[in-house]
């Protein structure tokens, strides 16, 4: 249960191929953590319905943005705190191009319910129609043991519905190191789909998530 986040709604969604079951989305509303399904398409038409009611945030659990360094020798280094789960790894490339394609592909669909969208927390306005968007970073011991994306979904919106009620949340896991400068790909869907996004939405780091366990209470389907 969230008690405190009634006024809000928190999805997130585990990024993979959705020609088979490789996606999954969860989301908390209405003080209720829920799983949703392996469907695209039912994302977009919750997201859709949730906007006209309450401020959405949005994560992606794939990388979100990437550091662009002042000196070669930086080159192809992560980001802090990502350890062996590196942006530039063969996988976190393979789902960060994923993401790209998926952030603009759902942006796009909802657009016309988008008032205002933010990366930066602090300038989310909490308003019906207002899309915070974040980055989830779940791996480790809170990766789900059987590799279902709905659970680990649901392990990142919880972790965001605890730091949302303890006032922590703002404060990312994950940056860009000293030095470099950043690259938002979901700047760049955002870009791409049109949706109303007024600072530099292209150099903007997001909000990263990093939960250190399992959600592992009882949950409702969606």
């Known amino acids: 249960m969230c008690k405190k986040a009634d006024d809000i ?6 990024v993979g191929s959705t020609r088979g079951e490789n996606f999954g989305w969860a989301k908390c509303e209405n003080g209720e953590i829920k799983l949703g399904t392996n469907k695209i398409d039912e994302l977009v ?9 309450k401020p959405v945030a949005l994560g992606f659990e794939c990388p979100c943005f ?25 996988a976190g490339g393979y789902v960060a191009t994923l993401g790209i394609h998926q952030m603009a592909f ?4 909802i657009k016309q319910n988008v ?23 779940v791996s480790g011991a809170a990766h789900s043991d059987d590799n279902n994306h709905m659970q680990d979904a649901a392990t990142a919106v919880d972790e965001f519905i605890k730091r949302y009620n303890n ?8 940056t860009i190191p000293v030095g470099s400068e950043c690259i938002s790909l979901a700047g760049l869907a955002c870009r ?24 592992k209470n009882e949950i409702e389907n969606s």
Request: aromatic share 12%; charged share 25%.
């Open 106 to 109: 759902i942006f796009d669909n």
């Open 9 to 14: 709604v928190v999805y997130a969604c585990d």
């Open 115 to 137: 008032l205002k969208v933010s990366v930066n927390y602090s300038e989310w306005d909490k308003e019906p129609k207002s899309l915070f968007i974040w980055e989830a970073f």
């Open 66 to 90: 990437l550091p662009i360094p002042g000196k070669s020798a930086q080159l192809s280094k992560g980001r802090v705190n990502e350890h062996d789960r590196s942006c530039f790894a063969p």
């Open 45 to 53: 038409n919750e997201l859709s319905k949730s906007l006209y009611k």
């Open 167 to 174: 006032g922590s949340l703002g404060n990312s896991d994950v």
């Open 192 to 215: 791409w789909s049109n949706l109303p996004y007024t600072n530099d939405v292209l150099r903007e780091e997001l909000m990263v998530i990093k939960p250190t366990e399992q959600y």
